[in-house]
């Protein structure tokens, strides 16, 4: 039985090696579990970056296919389905999304000299990892611009809600930790377990927390909500009932902002509490972004949400890299990805990517996303950019009114 | 018996090593070789788990629907404690050269250190592979141990029960305990996962696969022996006649209770030195992946290889890794061929294959066979021999 497989996986290999002006880049995206709803968008976004990449360099006479598996946010799937790829004679592999994939995949990675780019962000991962390459900038940077974003606003009192998982917890703690450079008094933190089962309850007891840890409300008073979009609408739904911090201005993060499930549960309620959040993006009035943005709604049917571009970007730079190096060679491509990430080279729908040594995402600028009354209906707005060069807040007319006190 | 209990082991043998030179010597591609290879260690992991879940559906028709309860045992005993445990030998070193000592600070560790600290700790056990090597045994013992204890304490409050009640149980308790350790930092740096270091840090390479795939088969193989003896032996035929007639067995003097603790505790043994096995392989455990899905999916092994011997037990396995690499492969040559969304397509094709296996072939691939015991003409024989 094992030599029948063997012959009929080593046909197939060859079959995919033949195909010489063809090169096939893997995806492996969380099409089931919990980081569902991100990972389809975000095979969308990806295959959008090939269908580009192939009108864009056909006249060098490269057409890119894609490969889709289902990594589950599984790290013991994520690992067998990178090996299964691998035997496809598949050597890029993009999107990769949870934090324990990474970890779970990234010996196998560097011994087999596959170059992978994904879109984790915890910190645990900013190491040494040879062919792993980290499109959005790690949690750290994210906390940076929340506090800043406090500071400016003259927050004092901070309490946190935060879905138990490790980018929650990373992130949460990374607030806590910026908060006390800016003399903001981190009054309590409290997780609940993001499993759907649990939900709306565990969300729920934790706001109750938080709203008791605050005691009463004061304009200088904040509640920050570490959530994704659905169990983040059971916190929002929680919290403009309470009567403490439905009182008090709210923060988010970049992946709540742009939420669905979050303006529909409380788009009222976040409006009212001024609620802003930072997602890692260029400028809006940034060319690429804005011809990412109108090409993604049209193709697939909803506008970009957080982790969009990123996923756009995970695909396209590999491909940019294949196509204008003519090699299909990993090493070559994993050292023209460390070098374009030194100089900035690829400029694409998240804006200049530079990596640091670990092969993460640096200098990233934030867009300050809110909520606003808009005609009558909440409505997710552009209401600052930070730079992520100079650390400069600008703040847009339309995000005016969130900025006032 | 003993015969065929030589033959089978020696076809088991036989069988490991010829996979064992395709998956490494032959003149495959090589992308090829290293998928069979990892394929190879995962079908023999599994083999542990479905065998140890054999023995308590297939042999004693216990209705065990907690067993993914030991891979996270498995998981803890490795990530939580014996990874702990090598900390604490190389403390003052990690303390010199990261500047953080992991077991004072286990959260911080958690979130910012495990990759550094394991990169020292992989230094120095490749500098001493003796070390690795007790480390791994430390690791793969207590995980047996704990297993065994737990799974007696897990479902000891309805092993009296029927067998719903006890299967209910059962699930719930591999639920608890997933939730429970997946959110307890100091567990096994819960909802960050714990890097594990690498107890054959001196192989690199296809040389540390050769060597885990060795050690892998060694115990499939040792797992294999164990469940034979045991399946075939007195206690084996006793499993089969509480498992056919409950009432008739307690009536010839069989105490059920006796016999399910013994199974759960011998069963629950060998699936927690699985889970180790595979935290082991990984280098890298997350407490929160291991969903009940990981049960169902040996059931489902179980039921297309056969249920009460142990050759369906690993046939099942080999069978479901090989369509759902196959699936796999071919998924989006399907998808553009049907225009349909391939996602499900693996739960589908193991859901009808459950279904048409349960109405055509309740017995699975490899049936189970009669006991072969010594016959009356032999044992009067013996008998009488011994009477002169």
């Known amino acids: ?405 | 018996m003993r015969r065929d209990l030589l033959i089978r082991s020696a076809a088991l043998a036989l069988v490991l090593v010829i996979v064992a030179i395709l998956a490494f010597y032959s003149p495959m591609p090589e992308n090829i070789r290293v998928l069979l290879q990892n394929l190879m260690i995962y079908i023999a992991i599994y083999s542990i788990f479905v065998i140890s879940l054999n023995l308590e559906v297939g042999y004693l028709g216990l209705p065990q629907f907690g067993k993914v309860m030991f891979l996270i045992i498995g998981a803890i005993a490795v990530g939580g404690i014996a990874t702990k445990l090598v900390l604490l030998i190389y403390q003052s070193y990690l303390l010199k050269a990261v500047g953080i000592a992991p077991l004072s600070n286990i959260g911080q560790y958690c979130m910012l250190y495990q990759y550094s600290v394991s990169s020292l700790v992989n230094q120095q056990l490749a500098q001493n592979p003796a070390l690795g090597l007790g480390y791994f045994l430390f690791g793969v013992i207590l995980a047996m141990a704990l297993s065994a204890a737990l799974g007696v304490i897990f479902a000891y409050p309805a092993v009296r029960l029927r067998e719903d009640y006890l299967g209910i149980l059962l699930l719930v308790s591999g639920e608890f305990l997933r939730v429970v350790t997946y959110y307890a930092t100091p567990v096994a740096c819960g909802v960050n996962g714990a890097v594990i270091p690498d107890p054959f840090a001196w192989a690199s390479g296809a040389d540390r696969t050769l060597v885990f795939f060795a050690v892998t088969v060694l115990f499939l193989f040792a797992t294999f022996l164990v469940f034979e003896v045991v399946g075939n032996s007195p206690f084996g035929r006793t499993l089969r006649a509480i498992r056919d007639a409950e009432t008739a067995a307690a009536v010839f003097g069989k105490d059920i209770v006796k016999f399910r603790i013994r199974v759960l505790a011998l069963a629950s043994a060998f699936a927690g030195l699985a889970g180790a096995l595979l935290a082991y392989y990984f280098d890298y455990t997350i407490i929160g992946a291991y969903l009940p899905a990981y049960t169902f999916i040996g059931w489902t092994m179980l039921i297309l290889g056969g249920q009460g011997n142990n050759v369906g037990a690993i046939v099942g396995v080999t069978v479901y890794y090989v369509i759902s690499t196959i699936l796999n492969v071919y998924k989006n040559a399907l998808q553009a061929a049907l225009h349909a969304d391939p996602t499900y397509l693996a739960y589908i094709v193991f859901g009808l294959a459950i279904i048409l296996v349960l109405m055509y072939r309740p017995q699975g691939i490899v049936p189970e066979k009669p006991i072969k015991t010594i016959d009356l003409h032999n044992l009067r024989r013996r008998l009488s021999e011994k009477k002169d």
């Open chain 1, 1 to 405: 039985m094992v030599i029948v497989i063997a012959a009929v996986v080593a046909y197939m290999a060859t079959q995919t090696t033949q195909t010489t002006q063809t090169v096939t880049i893997g995806a492996l995206v969380p099409l089931t579990g919990s980081l569902q709803f991100m990972g389809t968008s975000g095979q969308c976004a990806i295959k959008l970056a090939v269908q580009d990449a192939n009108k864009m360099f056909a006249s060098k006479g490269i057409q890119f296919q894609l490969v889709t598996q289902d990594s589950a946010c599984d790290p013991n799937t994520a690992l067998q389905m990178l090996q299964t790829v691998y035997s496809q004679g598949i050597r890029f592999v993009v999107g990769l999304t949870c934090s324990s994939e990474v970890s779970a995949v990234k010996n196998f990675a560097a011994q087999n000299h596959i170059v992978i780019t994904s879109i984790s962000t915890s910190p645990l991962l900013a190491v040494p990892k040879p062919y792993i390459f980290r499109l959005p900038p790690t949690d750290d940077a994210q906390a940076q611009v929340i506090t800043a974003l406090m500071h400016m606003l003259g927050i004092k009192k901070l309490v946190i809600v935060y879905r138990s998982d490790a980018w929650g917890q990373g992130l949460s703690a990374a607030i806590a930790n910026d908060s006390a450079k800016y003399g903001i008094q981190v009054l309590g933190v409290y997780g609940y377990d993001p499993s759907p089962s649990a939900m709306p309850a565990a969300e729920q007891a934790a706001v109750q927390k938080a709203s008791a840890a605050l005691g009463s409300p004061s304009p200088d008073a904040a509640f920050e909500i570490v959530s994704f979009d659905q169990d983040g609408a059971a916190v929002v739904q929680a919290a403009m009932n309470d009567p403490v911090l439905s009182k008090v201005r709210w923060f988010g993060t970049d992946s709540n902002v742009y939420g669905t499930a979050d303006i529909q549960a409380g788009g009222q309620a976040l409006a009212n509490a001024k609620f802003m959040g930072a997602v890692a993006a260029p400028n809006p009035n940034d060319p690429h972004y804005q011809q990412f943005a109108r090409e993604f709604t049209q193709f697939c049917g909803h506008v970009p949400t957080g982790y969009d571009p990123y996923y756009y970007d995970t695909a396209m730079m590999v491909m940019e890299a294949i196509a204008k190096t003519g090699s299909t060679d990993p090493t070559v491509i994993n050292s023209v990805l460390e070098q374009w990430g030194k100089n900035g080279t690829y400029v694409g729908a998240t804006g200049p990517v530079y990596f640091d040594q670990y092969h993460d995402r640096i200098y990233a600028s934030y867009l300050i996303v809110g909520v606003a009354i808009v005609n009558g209906t909440p409505t997710w707005i552009s209401a600052g950019f930070y730079n992520g060069t100079t650390g400069q807040i600008t703040v847009f007319p339309q995000g005016q009114p969130l900025f006032s006190p």
